[in-house]
């Protein structure tokens, strides 16, 4: 899976996403490409309030970096600019929505043509060195 996309879900019991991002308790990071998905980690992190308190998403959010998307019950707008900004597309999904499910929907997106976030998630994981290499060959502006 040396092309696989990183993916994460905002989950307690690992089988369904029903955690808020900022409260999440733990979140189940996958690797997923067009044929195989598996679970990579379990990142826990006890048991937090939805308390407006910035602090807990930098730690949560330096978890996830290197994954295209995390898909949780609910965000606030503070940690989808954070997640934005480090190319991390948040997508809220309803409650009990099944992992197994959700995999197999981005697997057929994937496969159908990927909408514009994935596109680029995609991208980036083809050749996330591309500028070092653009520099490399004496690219300027």
């Given at each position: 899976?040396?092309?696989?996309?990183?993916?994460?879900?905002?989950?307690?019991?690992?089988?369904?996403?029903?955690?808020?991002?900022?409260?999440?308790?733990?979140?189940?990071?996958?690797?997923?490409?067009l044929?195989?998905?598996?679970l990579?980690?379990?990142?826990?992190?006890?048991?937090?309030?939805?308390?407006?308190?910035?602090?807990?998403?930098?730690?949560?959010?330096?978890?996830?970096n290197?994954?295209?998307?995390?898909?949780c019950?609910?965000?606030?707008?503070?940690?989808?600019?954070?997640l934005?900004?480090?190319?991390?597309?948040?997508?809220?999904?309803?409650?009990?929505?099944?992992?197994?499910?959700?995999?197999?929907d981005?697997?057929?997106?994937?496969?159908?043509?990927?909408?514009?976030?994935?596109?680029?998630?995609?991208?980036?994981?083809?050749?996330?060195?591309?500028?070092?290499?653009?520099?490399?060959?004496?690219?300027?502006?």
């Open positions: 899976m040396d092309t696989a996309l990183k993916v994460a879900f905002a989950t307690t019991d690992m089988e369904t996403v029903n955690q808020h991002f900022g409260s999440s308790q733990s979140f189940a990071i996958y690797a997923v490409d044929e195989q998905s598996a990579l980690e379990v990142a826990q992190f006890g048991e937090l309030s939805q308390d407006g308190n910035e602090d807990k998403l930098s730690v949560k959010i330096d978890l996830l290197g994954c295209a998307a995390v898909y019950q609910a965000i606030g707008g503070s940690a989808i600019n954070q934005i900004q480090k190319n991390i597309q948040p997508i809220k999904v309803h409650e009990g929505s099944k992992i197994k499910d959700l995999l197999l981005l697997q057929n997106e994937i496969k159908a043509g990927p909408s514009s976030w994935l596109a680029k998630a995609i991208n980036q994981q083809k050749s996330p060195d591309r500028f070092a290499k653009m520099e490399d060959e004496g690219w300027d502006e």
